[in-house]
Structures are given as structure tokens and as C-alpha cells.
Nanobody, 115 residues
Framework: QVQLVESGGGLVQPGGSLRLSCAAS????????ITWYRQAPGKEREMVAT????????VYADSVKGRFTISRDNAKNTVYLQMRSLKPEDTAVYHC????????WGQGTQVTVSS
């Protein structure tokens, strides 16, 4: 069964850090481009970061560049999003997506940045 499961969200103060995980089952995550998206209430879904298949080239949205890092652990079949210097505007539901022609989505994890 193909599945993506996000975890690691929560409530954090501005300036804090979180690491999100996107664990894959039923397929090999390194064969897919993995993208983190986020969607805040009343806003459109936004691409946050992507890591390409195999070579692992990374691309970031300007809004997170220098603060977020996407990485992949092939042994754990998991992609991570390390988030630092979090801001209230980073508050959203974060989803990961695996794409290679077909695509799979996770259920999302809530990140709330608030004092």
C-alpha cells in the first residue's frame, strides 16, 4: 500500500525550530521528486521546498530560503523539512507530495508559530 505520512508539527514560538518528517511506504522515495507544500487558512497552497529524485537537487520558495532545509534519508525512506527561525507567517498545514508521473499526498501536519 502506497502511503505518505507526515509528522513533527506542533506549536512553537517565533524564532524556534521544528523538523517535519515525510515517511513513505509502498514505494522508494529516492525515485520520486518530493515536495513540501503548505496552506494557511484563507490562502492558496504554496510550494515550500522540493528535492529531486536520485540527484537530490533542492529548490526553495523565496519565503523560506535560508531558514528551511529539505533532506532525504534513503535508508529510512523518509524526507525531512528542517525549519529554523520560524515566523508566525509560517503557520499552516504542511503536506508532502511524491511525484513521478503519478503522485501521492500525505494527510498533512499542522505547524503553528505563535507566542
Amino acid at each position: 500500500q502506497v502511503q505518505l505520512v507526515e509528522s513533527g508539527g506542533g506549536l512553537v514560538q517565533p524564532g524556534g525550530s521544528l523538523r517535519l518528517s515525510c515517511a513513505a511506504s509502498g514505494f522508494t522515495v529516492s525515485n520520486y521528486a518530493i515536495t513540501w507544500y503548505r496552506q494557511a487558512p484563507g490562502k492558496e497552497r504554496e510550494m515550500v521546498a522540493t528535492i529531486t529524485a536520485h540527484g537530490g537537487v533542492t529548490v526553495y520558495a523565496d519565503s523560506v530560503k535560508g531558514r528551511f532545509t529539505i533532506s532525504r534519508d534513503n535508508a529510512k525512506n523518509t524526507v525531512y523539512l528542517q525549519m529554523r527561525s520560524l515566523k508566525p507567517e509560517d503557520t499552516a498545514v504542511y503536506h508532502c507530495r511524491a511525484a513521478r508521473g503519478d503522485s501521492y499526498w500525505g494527510q498533512g501536519t499542522q505547524v503553528t508559530v505563535s507566542s
